[in-house]
């Protein structure tokens, strides 16, 4: 059987062969690195941003040619090398403006192939016998498979430890920028919509989004970011919204609406978010002030949903708890005056539970038994019967100071057991009640 013949890559022939190839190459170095960015741009359509960025590529391309042009031409240890500045700046570049590190090491492997196509063309000019060929064509793939194999790991953690202080200083600067817009001093626009990535000048919703009971997972704040990127793309604004972490499981948002004076947070869907992720809105607001004011609506909003206990509700708005959130100052009064106005219909059962929803609904109807039943789908004499247990339950007519009972109602569901009276506790008090009619 016959056996290929070995080659021998470390004779001084071949390594002068490769030399040679560089060298020729070199002369055309300014064609062939310009045929590799064009190359690289074509392939690549992330990495087609403004002129600086661009100039900076050609200079990245330009440089790492050249040092592996060097490595050849001089016999250069590869242990001795290290990347050029500019290829680190361009890596450093495209992390500050949140290219993905994918495109960057694309580009390596498209400018390996184009160059590597330049080494080869150039080495078939040179000689025609295969052993040489082959042999040159070895030393040479080694070189470069070895330089960008290095300089590929030079660029990851220089982009790596790029992004991350790119990311804690914008985070620090956003952070500063949002705090004093809350605080409501004067601020310079132009300079916090350069800072935030966000215009101003618009009509904003501020969000609250949280992790609830069910809160533990790794990252929770990369799960809190994508859930509310989910939101604001439902949202009829255009551009990204403002994203601040608070802790661990919390944070806040601001989604831009541009010229949309309303938001209808009914509409926003939370499929495909985790379960355990809750949201909080304000109203629609626009410039500065309502920067600050729908963000504080989202506060107490978030305050409103907290306060009803375990669970909370997926989804809450300021407009639908705006009175019970402004009563919030001091639970122990609230509760006092829930339990006051509603008597013995804020017993936290079931059945006083189904009273409670009826007569908020009656009430908030303007009193009409069949829109309630419409709103409800049941029998009008169902509701009929209803209105008069909530009555009996009430000790009143609900006509008597309605407006103090539809707030208590409103107050009972979104804060429920908070402020509503054990169903234990109502029997007993009941029984003692009965027991001390029975005495003579």
Sequence with gaps: MC???????????VAELMADVA??????AASVSEDVYEVIIREIPQLRGDKPVLALLASSVD???????????????LAAVRAPAAAMEYA??????????????RAYRVGHARFSDWLLTELARQTDEAEMISAATLDMSRIVAGYIDQTSEEMVAAYTQERETWLRNRSAARGARIRGLLSGERIDVRAAEATLGYRLRQYHVGLVCWAGDAAGAADEITRLERAISQVAGQAAGHGEPVFLPRDESSAWAWLPLGI?????????????VDADIHFAFGDAAKGTTGF?????????????????????????????VAPVAMMLGSPELLRAWVLGTLGGLATDDEHHARLRGTLLVFLQSGGSYKTTAEHLTLHKNTVQYRIRKAEESLGRPVGENRHDVELALRVGYWLGSAVLRPAAASAAADHDHHSRQRVP
């Design 23 to 28: 060298a020729a190459v070199a002369r055309r």
């Design 92 to 105: 450093r570049r495209l992390s500050q403006r949140g290219t993905l590190l994918t495109a960057l090491l």
């Design 260 to 272: 949309q004076d309303r938001f209808e947070a009914a509409a926003v869907s939370t499929a495909g």
């Design 63 to 77: 440089s790492n040619i050249d040092t592996c042009l060097q490595i050849m031409q001089h016999r250069i240890d």
């Design 292 to 320: 600050r004011i729908t963000h504080q609506q989202a506060i107490a909003a978030q305050a409103v949903a907290l306060a009803a206990g375990s669970p909370a509700p997926r989804t809450v708005t300021f407009s639908e």
């Design 3 to 13: 056996k290929n013949p070995r080659v021998d890559t470390d004779r001084p022939a």
